[in-house]
T-cell receptor, first 114, second 113 residues
Framework: DGGITQSPKYLFRKEGQNVTLSCEQN?????MYWYRQDPGQGLRLIYYSQIVNDFQKGDIAEGYSVSREKKESFPLTVTSAQKNPTAFYLC?????????????FGAGTRLSVL | GDSVTQMEGPVTLSEEAFLTINCTYT??????LFWYVQYPGEGLQLLLK?????DKGSNKGFEATYRKETTSFHLEKGSVQVSDSAVYFC????????????FGTGTKLQVIP
């Protein structure tokens, strides 16, 4: 089945630690996105990528980093510079040339600070 | 820039009641409009979409009509069920932008038996 896989489902970070959230898609989509979701605030865009080896900052990129070495993969690193990382993180992808215009989402990773 | 405004929740309804969740938008050009649903602990799923003015999107008894004159895309359902309890997000995709989707803040719906 085609879809987006996020792992792990739950993640705990210690003070000063970097952690990496995985996002893999087998939909052959060009564009991938990372969102952060906090209660009552909806979704905020962290980073997005439209093509391999290229990515752009979203609205809240500080304290985060990404890479796009393969079309299928778009990992997000939450660095120690992100002082309030506790949130639900969602990865999404979209086909840019399909005319479908729909973002597909993974099941999310819930990150907490120990 | 583009923006989406949704009515604040939570919305609490009895089973079989009529549902309306208001959504208005601000965008240049001709965006596509979407409703996504998020069940507890899960990602977002597309519920319905409309790509041009006067289009009606529908799915699982939910409907929304793209109203360009009022810049609105209100979600409706004639008879809600307990299983409809979730958070609903209105969103737009503006092809003139850099392919990012703009989301509303979400409206939590709770349906009680």
């Amino acid at each position: 089945d085609g879809g987006i896989t996020q792992s792990p489902k739950y993640l705990f970070r210690k003070e000063g630690q970097n952690v990496t959230l995985s996002c893999e898609q087998n939909l052959n989509h060009d564009a991938m996105y990372w969102y952060r979701q906090d209660p009552g605030q909806g979704l905020r865009l962290i980073y997005y990528s439209q093509i391999v080896n290229d990515f752009q900052k979203g609205d809240i990129a500080e304290g985060y980093s990404v890479s796009r070495e393969k079309k299928e993969s778009f990992p997000l690193t939450v660095t120690s510079a992100q002082k309030n990382p506790t949130a639900f993180y969602l990865c999404a992808s979209k086909g840019l040339w399909t005319g479908e215009d729909i973002q597909y989402f993974g099941a999310g990773t819930r990150l907490s600070v120990l | 820039g583009d923006s989406v405004t949704q009515m604040e929740g939570p919305v609490t309804l009895s089973e079989e009641a009529f549902l309306t969740i208001n959504c208005t938008y601000t965008a240049t050009g001709y965006p596509s409009l979407f409703w996504y649903v998020q069940y507890p602990g899960e990602g977002l799923q597309l519920l319905l979409k409309a790509t041009k003015a006067d289009d009606k999107g529908s799915n699982k008894g939910f409907e929304a009509t793209y109203r360009k004159e009022t810049t609105s895309f209100h979600l409706e359902k004639g008879s809600v069920q307990v299983s409809d309890s979730a958070v609903y997000f209105c969103a737009l995709n503006n092809p003139g932008g850099y392919q990012k989707v703009t989301f509303g803040t979400g409206t939590k719906l709770q349906v009680i038996p």
